[in-house]
């Protein structure tokens, strides 16, 4: 049963790094696509001298596009940190299993004492009957 709980949480985690590491590609590929629309420093700094308001226009969609590629990925990667801090309701449940391991654990060394015990006490009664029996015969 442990076994099978420790293979349905390895599927578990392998399906969230998965879908992490989607969510990681998306906001790559979206502040890719921000970037790529990115002028060089000298391009923008004459767009924004131009007479024309459609490049201001421009520069302002594709500086806005960027940087809210960039706070998804921020958002991501903060994400990210605190998913690698286990719930507290998972960290109780892994001090529980370990706790029924030992448990269990310390039950069968319990067990394996108490017959190591009754042995002992088969043996001791039958050295006491064999002394008896001598201490009749005498």
């Given at each position: 049963m442990a076994e099978r709980?420790?293979?349905?949480?390895?599927l578990q985690l392998d399906s969230q790094v998965q879908s992490s590491w989607e969510d990681m590609i998306a906001c790559v590929m979206a502040l890719e696509v921000a970037l790529l629309h990115c002028l060089p420093a000298r391009e923008l700094q004459a767009i924004d001298l131009s007479p024309h308001p459609s490049h201001q226009i421009d520069v302002g969609r594709h500086a806005g596009d960027f940087i809210e590629a960039a706070k998804?990925?921020?958002?991501y990667f903060i994400s990210l940190q605190q998913g690698d801090q286990p719930t507290k309701s998972e960290t109780l449940r892994k001090e529980i299993?370990?706790?029924e391991e030992e448990l269990l654990l310390k039950t069968e060394i319990v067990e394996k004492?108490?017959?190591?015990?009754q042995g002992w006490r088969r043996d001791?009664?039958?050295q006491l009957d064999k002394h008896n029996i001598e201490l009749d015969r005498v």
């Open positions: 709980q420790a293979f349905d949480q390895q998804k990925l921020q958002r299993a370990m706790m004492q108490e017959k190591l015990i001791l009664k039958d």
